[in-house]
């Protein structure tokens, strides 16, 4: 019999990771205020090569990773995005490109697609030139609509996701419209999580409670008319929703990031957690890290979780939330997500969102570009 | 007689998947793991075939009878899914 063959230990063992995200590099043309890559970026090491990442795309995959997501940063400044697509694609996985569109020409499409890429995410900021461009602080608005037409041309569904926050909000309606004018078969309108560059920038982002109903009303009107012809997914803001979310589907469970130093992640943005210390892709092989490593195993199911969360009959559901909403609001990356109502640290949600209300304060945007993450990452 | 005939649309990808050992619908960030009836009936809507030719190729591999109304509620779910769509010319 076969099954005589397989060792005990390795029929207990917990299943492999689901999806590998590669964050290629940190280098963007856009300089997004609302970025979730970490804010000092620029002390990154230096970017893997291609054979790095072949190695990382080969023993995810062996370890039943189906899902192939490149993302940045923009990717396509790597000019070794299509090598990297074909492997992985010839493996069995998924091929998902997480684009600006910058960067992204007639020759360049069709090389992907010859290298078998199955999908492309293109991100838009808005729908008017003007506040697209002010939030990427670049000119791109254009380009984007032009990107969008030529994926569309090569036979790919135009998949956009957009962020949505304080500044662009009140633009759904328009964002929504333009959407089905490229003849988008999905909308992705994912509310800013305060990570990253958009900590930095929470005051600037967060919209009021009246912003956001209005914009869920929007999209139920627009949901109710296009039907299957295009779908939208609202994404609702943790801070407003007060409901912990599972983070990445628990903590080393499904998910597995590379960041373009060879960071291996259980999210892309666990780069910022405190008294961690992450296996680097260079010096293990994937079976470790996802196995074996304390990282992976540090926030794993539910038995590390705070006495909030252990008495609660939600935890399972939610694994105590987000570990770096955790970290970045109260400094303990093991404390309950205080978007819970019922973490003792839930105050500081609560003030958050009265600064959101309060009419008249202007909060200047920081860009996220490699100066002002050389700038911030200095203590004084 | 309905002679449209299902094909998985193009917004997923369908493929046996060792690790699982099942067949999964990719789609991007996600998968639907399928059972062994839900695979073997999308294994066969290849865009060329009829629903009632489905069925009669179902009944032939698995030595079955009486397919009709499992495959059509399974079609209609996979349809409301947006899993599959129709080829009609």
Not at chain 2, 29 to 53: F, P, Y
Not at chain 2, 72 to 85: K, R, V
């Amino acid at each position: 019999m076969d099954t005589l063959l397989v060792p005990p230990d390795a029929m207990q063992r917990r299943p492999g990771p689901l999806w590998l995200l590669a964050e290629v590099t940190y280098r963007c043309p856009l300089h997004c205020a609302f970025c979730y890559n970490p804010v000092d970026f620029a002390q990154a090491g230096p970017e893997l090569s291609t054979d790095d990442w072949l190695k990382v795309i080969r023993e995810a995959r062996a370890l039943g990773a189906a899902q192939f997501g490149i993302s940045g940063g923009e990717p396509l400044l790597r000019d070794d995005i299509e090598i990297l697509v074909r492997e992985a694609r010839g493996l069995g996985f998924y091929t998902n490109l997480i684009t600006s569109g910058v960067g992204l020409t007639e020759a360049r499409l069709a090389a992907l697609k010859d290298a078998g890429l199955d999908h492309i995410q293109l991100s838009f900021q808005d729908a008017t030139r003007e506040a697209n461009d002010l939030i990427t602080n670049t000119r791109t608005f254009d380009l984007k609509r032009k990107v969008a037409a030529m994926t569309k041309a090569a036979g790919y569904p135009t998949v956009i996701n957009c962020v949505l926050h304080r500044t662009n909000i009140d633009h759904l309606d328009r964002i929504i419209e333009m959407a089905v004018e490229i003849g988008a078969e999905y909308l992705e309108l994912a509310n800013t999580q305060y990570h990253g560059w958009a900590f930095l920038n929470r005051e600037a982002l967060m919209p009021t409670a009246a912003q956001l109903a209005e914009a869920e009303a929007v999209t139920e009107r627009w949901k109710a008319r296009l039907g299957k012809k295009m779908r939208i997914l609202f994404v609702t803001p943790d801070y407003q929703s007060k409901k912990p979310k599972k983070c990445m589907n628990g903590w080393g469970e499904v998910f597995l990031s590379v960041t373009p130093d060879g960071l291996a992640l259980p999210c892309h943005t666990a780069r910022m957690l405190p008294g961690l210390e992450f296996p680097n892709v260079r010096d293990h092989g994937i079976d470790w890290i996802w196995h074996d490593s304390p990282l992976f195993n540090r926030f794993r199911g539910t038995a590390w979780l705070p006495e909030t969360c252990q008495s609660c009959e939600d935890k399972d559901k939610d694994h105590g939330g987000c570990r770096c909403q955790a970290f970045m609001l109260t400094g303990d990356p093991s404390a309950t997500d205080p978007v819970c109502p019922k973490s003792p640290d839930h105050g500081l949600i609560d003030a958050a969102l009265a600064e959101a209300e309060k009419p008249g304060t202007v909060h200047p945007l920081v860009f996220r570009d490699p100066k002002n993450s050389t700038r911030l990452a200095r203590p004084f | 007689m309905n002679p449209a005939r299902p094909a998985i649309n193009r917004l997923f990808r369908f493929q046996w998947e060792p690790a699982q050992q099942a067949h999964v619908l990719l789609y991007p960030e996600g998968m639907v793991k399928l059972n062994q009836s839900a695979g073997e009936i999308l294994k066969r809507c290849d865009g060329a075939r009829t629903v009632s030719q489905i069925v009669a190729d179902l009944e032939a591999a698995f030595n079955a009878s009486g397919l009709a109304p499992e495959v059509e509620a399974f079609l209609e779910m996979a349809d409301a899914q947006n899993w599959i769509t129709w080829n009609t010319d």
